[in-house]
Every structure is written in structure tokens, then in C-alpha cells.
């Protein structure tokens, strides 16, 4: 049972670059979601998706899309890469949106020069 | 808006100590708060869920415990050891973003239980 996994676990962009960040949750959880860490600036919610077929905006959705491929895998895309991108960013998932505990991976660290 | 704060920043202890972190939050309309440890280079790992109907928790060697008319949460932690040394993060909910997905996270009070 690896919980919730996330690839790759370091990565180096150009600015202008894309990239996309997976994420898969082998616990049968409904709600999954997309968080950054910056200094300073604690957890931050970018996007998440409360079941199967949504998703929604969290507080800093700019620059970023999501996919929730199927109950498992919620993937983070960036576009065009900016250097304020650059930050820790974790996927987390939860058997339901309210209520319940977050079930963290452990962290993509991406640097956009 | 919601804030959350963690003070100190960070602690080091001696193994054996108990020991208290603190975590305030400025609107008391809160649906629950939740404490979380991260390890370096780690995700974070949920420790207590406190409901805004309770008053604490306990797990093993932590109780948090809740007070929302004064917004405020602590972890104590009994008889620190030195596999409790992490960053410890308090993250809240409030009661009208039930309907989505919008905790508030405090940035954390790193601890340092030294043997």
C-alpha cells in the first residue's frame, strides 16, 4: 500500500517550459488535491477535485490545469513555467472533501530558472 | 481572512521533556483544525483531527487540544524523543468552506529533540 505517489521528485525548467506533475492515491479516496510551499508563505490549495469528474480552482490556480484522469490520478500542469513557479508542490487526497484527514505525497521539487 | 500563526518558529529540546507548541488562528468560525508533522524533504503526515465541537484529541504521546472562543490550538507532546524531531503545522477550516477543499495552513514550528 504506497499511498500517494508523486513524479517526478525533482525537476529543473527553462522559463517557458512545461511540464506536468503526476499524482496517484492507491487508498480509494474521492477528493484529491494540489498544494504548494513556498517560505513564507506556508501550504498553499492551487487546485483540487472532490470526486471523479471535478475539479475546481483553490486559492492559486494562476499559470496552472489540472486533469483527474480517474479516481486514482489527479495530474498538475504547467504550461509556460514562470520562476515565481518555483516552490515545493505536494498532491494530497482524502476519502471526501469534508471532515476527513489529508493523505499527503512527498513533494515534487521544481525550480524554473 | 483567515490567519494562522505557529509560534515559536522553532525549539530544541532535550530528550525526555514535555513539551507544548502553539498555534493561533484569528477567525473563530472554524470547522475543524488539524495537526500535521513533515520530515525533511517529506510530505506531511496528519497527526490529530480536532472537530470545532471538541475540545481534544488524543494519539499515544499527543493530546491537542481546542479552544475556538479564543482562537487558539496546542499540541503537547509527553517525553520527547528524538523521532519527534520535525516541523510540526496547524491547518484550519472554516465553517463556511465546508463545501470545498480551503484549509489554512500556519508555516510551522520546527522541533529539535536532542538526545
Not at chain 1, 499511498?3 to 529543473?12: I, R, S
Not at chain 1, 488535491?33 to 475546481?56: F, H, K, V
Not at chain 1, 495530474?75 to 505536494?90: D, G, I
Request: glycine residues 8%; neutral net charge.
Amino acid at each position: 500500500n504506497a499511498g500517494v505517489t508523486q513524479t517526478p521528485k525533482f525537476q529543473v525548467l527553462k522559463t517557458g517550459q512545461s511540464m506536468t506533475l503526476q499524482c496517484a492515491q492507491d487508498m480509494n479516496h474521492n477528493s484529491m488535491y494540489w498544494y504548494r510551499q513556498d517560505p513564507g508563505m506556508g501550504l498553499r490549495l492551487i487546485y483540487y477535485s472532490a470526486s471523479e469528474g471535478t475539479t475546481d480552482k483553490g486559492e492559486v490556480p494562476n499559470g496552472y490545469n489540472v486533469s483527474r484522469l480517474n479516481k486514482r490520478e489527479f495530474s498538475l500542469r504547467l504550461e509556460s513555467a514562470a520562476p515565481s513557479q518555483t516552490s515545493v508542490y505536494f498532491c494530497a487526497s482524502s476519502e471526501a472533501l469534508n471532515n476527513e484527514k489529508l493523505f499527503f505525497g512527498s513533494g515534487t521539487q521544481l525550480s524554473v530558472l | 481572512k483567515q490567519e494562522v500563526t505557529q509560534i515559536p518558529a522553532a525549539l530544541s529540546v532535550p530528550e525526555g521533556e514535555n513539551l507544548v507548541l502553539n498555534c493561533s488562528f484569528t477567525d473563530s468560525a472554524i470547522y475543524n483544525l488539524q495537526w500535521f508533522r513533515q520530515d525533511p524533504g517529506k510530505g506531511l503526515t496528519s497527526l490529530l483531527l480536532i472537530q470545532s465541537s471538541q475540545r481534544e484529541q488524543t494519539s499515544g504521546r499527543l493530546n491537542a487540544s481546542l479552544d475556538k472562543s479564543s482562537g487558539r490550538s496546542t499540541l503537547y507532546i509527553a517525553a520527547s524523543q528524538p523521532g519527534d524531531s520535525a516541523t510540526y503545522l496547524c491547518a484550519v477550516r472554516r465553517e463556511e468552506e465546508t463545501s470545498g477543499s480551503r484549509l489554512t495552513f500556519g508555516e510551522g514550528t520546527q522541533l529539535t529533540v536532542n538526545p
